[in-house]
């Protein structure tokens, strides 16, 4: 369980926080002054602390000086009822992960605190790039031998010897965050912050906040200054998820940042600085993207000073094998349950199975297959159903694998190789569905449907969705915003 060590002198405080987190949730260890704190962190190794800026005896932002030169990668969120912006701004350049005014609404505490949480786990969870041998323990490494694998491992050890900044691309599932923390690990940056964005979860102004922070009033809902993630992560590595989806306009300040490490919060107008190693992944041709000026050259330039391409699963099936033990000693682990073995004939089928998800896909599989087994031993049948439809074993040869340029139109296989479906039949059942009742529109209809299945074959990614349904990610939100899909799409 998590803990969390309060350093506050308000016996309130202290009585509240119990409250507020109960045993439970969080393993709240408490201390009423800053060398108390200090004397407890070495003993209790906490996960995050959480502190009033004005305490008698030693001053939070002293305390917050000296948590940091005991562990850098500690987070500290800081608190008091009399902020100045002065003070803010000290507590950021300190290293704080975070500034809080009090009081404070718990939900917006809360989604502070476990946030946090997150982001320590991330940065204290090891990551290995070495290749791994049988008797070696797979517990959060890249599993893979195959001369592909071999090939990122060296990057890896490359790029963990410099600062330089990382362009990480691969499709989706193969590992791009994986990669970038194993970067991060091996640093010299490696006992200062890693933090993680994923540029296309958000929308362009919450990105923004996300990013550089904002100033309280900056926008309607801005009720106080927020520190962005370049501030909290100063002499750290940023990670830049899904850098390709990023608006115009961001770029522009992305790359103003990668240039100068200066930038502005948002509403403000205070030029700040901050050190912070830029590890970038895409699953994006940003060359393209820079042909069709969706993205800036000159930021593409700054991004790509080392590239780090991810092979797909299909490009690497002998690693296939050695996943699958990995998971299923993983999943052993995570169930306290002695592992399951696999059939010859269930191996065989993963083996021949394309993986369009890659390994997210085939780690997914193999959780299916350990809960549905019956045994002590997964057979085919426990696999899913797409694994092992006909159609899904077939592996395309290397001309017409989806990293391969395309053919050209003469060499292209005819269209009666790959069936599409009666789409007379299906419009004629759609009108006779339409007349039982004259208040239905079949255009919405269809088209709610066709967003909803789409967002469920990609799990949400709504990147890939949109791919899947020819359409640009701007008009699929519009879409799943018009058809109020979010209130009920399940993807489980």
Request: net charge neutral.
């Amino acid at each position: 369980m998590d803990k969390l060590l309060l350093i506050d002198d308000e016996a309130d405080m202290l009585y509240s926080f119990r409250r507020i987190f109960p045993a439970t949730e969080l393993d709240l260890i408490t201390a009423s002054s800053g060398e108390e704190g200090l004397r407890l962190i070495p003993q209790v190794h906490p996960d995050l602390v959480l502190m009033d800026v004005r305490l008698g005896g030693l001053s939070g932002l002293e305390t917050l000086r000296r948590i940091r030169q005991i562990d850098a990668r500690l987070p500290v969120i800081l608190m008091t009822a009399y902020g100045t912006t002065q003070t803010a701004i000290e507590a950021m350049k300190l290293g704080a992960f975070d500034y809080l005014l009090k009081p404070f609404e718990v939900p917006r505490l809360k989604e502070i605190v476990f946030g946090a949480l997150r982001a320590a786990r991330a940065m204290r969870q090891v990551v290995s790039y070495q290749p791994l041998l049988d008797q070696e323990d797979f517990e959060l490494g890249i599993v893979g031998r195959s001369p592909a694998m071999q090939e990122v491992f060296k990057r890896i050890g490359q790029l963990a010897a410099s600062d330089a900044t990382a362009l990480i691309t691969g499709e989706s599932g193969t590992g791009k965050e994986l990669v970038a923390r194993a970067i991060y690990h091996h640093s010299r940056r490696s006992q200062q912050p890693f933090l993680a964005v994923n540029c296309a979860a958000l929308p362009e102004p919450l990105l923004e906040s996300e990013l550089f922070g904002h100033e309280k009033g900056a926008f309607t809902g801005a009720t106080s200054q927020r520190i962005g993630r370049f501030e909290q992560c100063h002499q750290g590595t940023l990670f830049l998820d899904e850098i390709g989806d990023l608006s115009l306009a961001t770029q522009t300040k992305m790359l103003r940042v990668l240039q100068s490490g200066t930038f502005e919060r948002v509403g403000g107008n205070q030029t700040l600085q901050a050190n912070v190693r830029v590890i970038a992944a895409t699953n994006q041709d940003l060359e393209q993207a820079v042909a069709e000026r969706r993205f800036r050259e000159d930021l593409f330039y700054r991004l790509n000073v080392v590239r780090l391409r991810l092979p797909p699963l299909r490009e690497r099936p002998g690693d296939v094998a050695l996943l699958v033990n990995y998971f299923l000693g993983k999943f052993a682990q995570d169930h306290a349950q002695r592992p399951k073995s696999l059939s010859a004939d269930a191996l065989a089928m993963l083996e021949r199975y394309r993986w369009p998800g890659n390994v997210r896909e085939l780690e997914n599989a193999i959780e299916h297959a350990t809960v549905v087994a019956k045994g002590e031993a997964i057979l085919l049948e426990d696999l899913p159903a797409e694994v092992t439809q006909p159609s899904a074993t077939h592996r395309p040869s290397a001309a017409a694998a989806p990293d391969a340029p395309p053919r050209s139109a003469p060499e292209a296989a005819p269209a009666a190789a790959s069936p599409s479906p009666d789409l007379a039949s299906l419009a004629s059942a759609l009108f006779q569905w339409a007349r039982q009742d004259p208040r239905r529109r079949i255009i919405d209809a269809v088209e709610r449907e066709l967003v909803l299945h789409a967002l469920r074959e990609t799990r949400g990614n709504q990147v890939q969705a949109a791919r899947l349904l020819g359409m640009t990610r701007a008009t699929l939100r519009k879409r799943i915003e018009r058809f109020h899909i979010k209130a009920d799409l399940h993807l489980s």
